[in-house]
Structure formats: structure tokens, C-alpha cells
């Protein structure tokens, strides 16, 4: 009895939890942006490659 | 002492981690603790969903069309992921607000025209209508293009989605306004009608779409439809108060544009949001 938690107290729970999924979503979006970002510089970085490899056969 | 975190309406965000709002020393009552709560949450889901803007926006500019689609559509997947949670904390804090002992005021079913002031101070009214700004579904757009209303399909560009988050937050500021005044018959709460359709696939993208025409198109076009669309009997009951204030909330706004290319919109959209009730109707056999 003594242990159970006021509804304020389990009000503020859900709120923590709530807040830490609203951060795991922000690193979410910030995981996908890295992603597309890895892509175009991938994608750069192979121009770059393939012109230095035909500045080199020439 | 109650301490209330502000929440900006529209945040500006770092490209960082932004703090969250905190609850932390607030009031003893659950009641403004689920109002603090309803503020604090609403914020953070604002936030999440501008967040990365400003990185995914420099980007696009590098992607194939393709990819730029892409990276819309996996960062809506989030944005949709902190409105289920948003609504999952909705239903956590009524239960627990609803068995603790100091809690949220009842709901607005009451005998009187007039709800008290408790009743909106502690509801949990966690949209201001950001929802509305949303993307319209693939079957809307295939719709509208399918109709000659191409123009109508394409995803918001900032300064449109600014707007349209403009407007939804004047709908529910209108909504809210008219609840206070007490001056809506008692089955017809604008502000209950609203939280019912934004759980509600179909009625939402129809305020949606009345959010987009009203965007592209004008508010006065917006508006026109919205009052035919308040007055059909076809027409689901929250959808009709929710359009109705819809084209009370676009009145007031001091913008005129309408445009003549789009006299047969009205009659097309309205017809398209009662068939598409109809089929639903028949779906459940009513």
C-alpha cells in the first residue's frame, strides 16, 4: 500500500516515457538523414573516383 | 507553487537535441498536472515533428527525385509514430487521471448548454490542429489527379505547410472560442467533434483537403465548401460541425483569393467526401 504511486506520480511516469520516445524519434530522424547523407557522398565520392581514374588512364 | 513550462507555438530548433519540457515541482492537483502534461506533450510533438528540417531541406537538394521522396516519407513515418504515441499518452493519462483521486474534471456530456470552465482547463486537448497540416493519403491524391485537381496532390512546400498549420490552429483556437461561449448545442461540441475526427481516417483527410484547397486555392473557395459540406445530411455528424467551424474559423481571416479555373470544385469535392461515405456505409452494411 505504502509502495503505490500517487496519480500524480503516475501521471509524471507517463510523461517521462513519453518524452524518451519523442527523443528516441528525434535520433530516429537524425539516423535517416545520415543515411540519405552517407548516399550523396557515396555517389560524390565515386564522380570523383571515376574522374581521377580517367585523369589517370589518359 | 505551480510551475508552468512554456511552450513556444512554434518552436525554433537547434539542430540539436532541444531540452524537453519538464513537469518536474508542479501543481499537487492531477488535474493541472494533466494539463501541464496535454501543454508539454503537445510541444514535444510539435518539436519532433520539425526537427531535421532544416538538415533534410539541404539535402533534398542533392537527392535524386526519388530519394527526396524517400526521405519525406521515412521522416512522415516518424512524425506519424509521435502522434500514436501521443495519442497512447492521451488514453494513459485518462485512465490514470481516472482512477487516481484528484483528477480531471468529467467530460462535457452535461445537462447544461454551457460547459463549465473546468471542463476545458482540464481537458486533454492535445492537438492544436497541427494534424491538419498533414499529408493528404495516396488515395486522395490518386483522386484529385485523376479529376484535373493535380495542383491540389503535390506535397506543401515550407511557406504552404506554415500556413496550413496556421489555419488548422485558427480552426481550433475557433473551436475552442466557441466551446467557452457555450453556444453550441449540447451533442454538438466543435472541439469534441474535432479530437473524434482526427482519429478518424476518412472525416480527418476531408478537413484535410478543405486545409489544402484553402491553401492553394483560397479561403474563400475553402469556405464555400465547408458550409455545403456542414449543411449535407450524408455527411458523418463530426465531419459537419467540424466544417462548419472550419468555415467560420477561414471568415475571419482577411485573405481573398478564389479563382475561376476552379468553379466546379465545390460540387466535385463534396460529391467525392459523400460517396466515399457512402462506400463506407455499405461496407458496414448501414
Known amino acids: 500500500m505504502g509502495d503505490q504511486k500517487t496519480t500524480e506520480e503516475q501521471l509524471q511516469d507517463a510523461y517521462d516515457k513519453f518524452l524518451i520516445k519523442m527523443l528516441a524519434l528525434k535520433l530516429e530522424k537524425l539516423e535517416i538523414i545520415r543515411k540519405y547523407r552517407e548516399k550523396v557522398d557515396a555517389a560524390k565520392l565515386k564522380v570523383i573516383d571515376e574522374s581521377l581514374k580517367g585523369g589517370y588512364a589518359k | ?286
Open chain 2, 1 to 286: 507553487m505551480t510551475t508552468i513550462p512554456t511552450i513556444p507555438a512554434f518552436p525554433q530548433l537547434p539542430e540539436g537535441i532541444p531540452p524537453m519540457p519538464s513537469i518536474e515541482g508542479v501543481a499537487e492537483k492531477s488535474s493541472e498536472v494533466v494539463g501541464l502534461i496535454s501543454k508539454g506533450a503537445e510541444g514535444a510533438v510539435r518539436n519532433v515533428g520539425h526537427f531535421g528540417d532544416g538538415l533534410k531541406s539541404s539535402l533534398e537538394k542533392e537527392l535524386s527525385p526519388s530519394d527526396a521522396q524517400n526521405i519525406a516519407n521515412d521522416m512522415a513515418a516518424v512524425d506519424r509514430s509521435a502522434k500514436e504515441a501521443f495519442e497512447q499518452l492521451q488514453e494513459e493519462v485518462r485512465k490514470i487521471s481516472g482512477n487516481g483521486e484528484s483528477h480531471t474534471p468529467p467530460r462535457t456530456e452535461t445537462t447544461s448548454n454551457k460547459p463549465p470552465a473546468e471542463v476545458l482547463r482540464g481537458e486533454v486537448v492535445f492537438s492544436n490542429g497541427e494534424w491538419l497540416a498533414d499529408d493528404i493519403n495516396e488515395q486522395t491524391k490518386k483522386w484529385l489527379n485523376s479529376h484535373n485537381y493535380g495542383e491540389f496532390a503535390g506535397e506543401f512546400t515550407g511557406e504552404e505547410k506554415q500556413k496550413a498549420r496556421d489555419f488548422g490552429k485558427g480552426v481550433y483556437q475557433n473551436a475552442e472560442e466557441k466551446v467557452k461561449a457555450g453556444k453550441h448545442p449540447v451533442d454538438e461540441n466543435p472541439l469534441e467533434a474535432l479530437k473524434k475526427i482526427e482519429t478518424d481516417g476518412d472525416d480527418g483527410e476531408s478537413m484535410r483537403l478543405l486545409i489544402r484547397i484553402a491553401v492553394r486555392a483560397g479561403i474563400k473557395i475553402a469556405t464555400i465548401i465547408a458550409q455545403n459540406i456542414a449543411k449535407d445530411k450524408d455527411v458523418p455528424k463530426e465531419l459537419r460541425i467540424a466544417a462548419g467551424i472550419f468555415a467560420d474559423s477561414m471568415g475571419m481571416v482577411d485573405q481573398i483569393v478564389a479563382g475561376d479555373e476552379h468553379t466546379n470544385l465545390g460540387q466535385d469535392i463534396s460529391r467525392y467526401i459523400k460517396e466515399r461515405n457512402a462506400a463506407k456505409l455499405s461496407e458496414h452494411g448501414e
